[in-house]
């Protein structure tokens, strides 16, 4: 049993990365069902928080369903950020996350997410802010450094825990990598061999298949992993780790008619928590996802695209079942 604050998690738990405009609650409700074991909003801007912008506000929705959950928030202002948490406060999550990762230029030229790791006395004190602010365990999430000139993550580690969180959570890149190239987990390995650290620390970055999550696991040791746009269309990830962790043995793939029912629960969802019109707008972007690798999909795509009431999905659910049943592809 992994402990965040009053939070218990397994041994070795599997997150759900927050990724904006993806991790909303219908998408983390899919993955929960598959074996998420703690998920997070989208990021929300403390400025948008406290201007009470609809967009942000929307964000704190959780169920619940899907707890534990975090609330993730980013801000480069003390002030904001203090704020921000009790605001987030008020609807009752597991926990507060800290942004000082994601690696856009609209949130990095705001000098937050990853445009903090430029000054590690600023991430100090926002952090400290956010601590003191709430009495909910606070976790934080960044990377590596700037750039791999400036990688500063032993140093960051070691002041965060001093300010008081439970756990943290390291992309294995830079913010100059954005999310190409290599995530280089030896640091996490170094961190965790580091004595001074006591809290979880959980590696992020290039967790595609089971096979990678446990040869990670076994060389860097870290205490849990948190997977991101390996579970985009594929909530079925989480289960298949935890089964090759288990087993050694793979779990089949979800057959085509999993998948078919997968983007029904989505939809459905989506329509329920945004609306359906807007719902099922934004499941146009999953759509791809869920279909990789499946022969044909690509002409049923189109007609996706062009579905706007959940009665049009459920019988373009069903005809595409049945065109996949009638010529007997394989369900891989």
């Known amino acids: 049993m992994l402990k965040i604050g009053n939070i218990s998690l397994p041994e070795f738990p599997l997150l759900l990365a927050p990724m904006e405009d993806v991790s909303d609650p219908p998408f983390r409700r899919l993955c929960k069902m598959h074996g998420a074991d703690l998920m997070y909003s989208e990021f929300i801007s403390s400025e948008g928080l406290i201007r009470d912008a609809i967009k942000s506000r929307k964000k704190l929705d959780i169920f619940d369903y899907e707890r534990p959950v975090g609330i993730q928030i980013f801000g480069g202002d003390e002030e904001a950020m203090a704020l921000s948490a009790k605001i987030v406060e008020t609807v009752e999550p597991d926990l507060v996350d800290i942004n000082f990762g994601c690696p856009v230029k609209k949130v990095v030229c705001k000098g937050a997410g990853a445009g903090v790791l430029k000054d590690i006395d600023l ?132 057959t085509i008619s999993e998948r078919l029912e997968a983007v029904r629960q989505h939809a459905e969802w989506s329509a329920e928590w945004k609306g359906e019109k807007t719902g099922l707008l934004e499941m146009r972007q999953h759509y791809s996802n869920y279909f990789r690798g499946i022969p044909h999909f690509k002409d049923f795509k189109r007609r996706f695209l062009e579905v706007f009431t959940l009665i049009e999905m459920e019988g373009l659910i069903a005809e595409t079942a049945a065109f996949y049943q009638e010529n007997e592809f394989s369900e891989r």
Not at 169 to 180: C, E, N, P, S
Request: proline share 5%; with cysteine.
């Open 123 to 254: 991430m100090v004190r926002l952090t400290k802010a956010v601590v003191r602010s709430t009495h909910l365990p606070v976790t934080v999430k960044t990377r590596l450094g700037w750039d791999n000139a400036s990688i500063n993550i032993d140093e960051v580690a070691e002041r965060l825990q001093e300010t008081g969180i439970k756990a943290l959570t390291i992309h294995a890149r830079t913010r100059a990598q954005m999310y190409k190239g290599h995530a280089d987990w030896e640091h996490i390995s170094r961190i965790k061999q580091n004595p001074n650290i006591e809290i979880p620390i959980f590696g992020n970055g290039d967790i595609d298949s089971p096979e990678k999550a446990l040869e990670y696991k076994g060389k860097y040791a870290c205490d849990g992993m948190m997977i991101g746009r390996a579970a985009i269309g594929y909530p079925w990830i989480f289960n298949e780790i935890k089964h090759f962790f288990e087993t050694g043995t793979l779990l089949r793939k979800p």
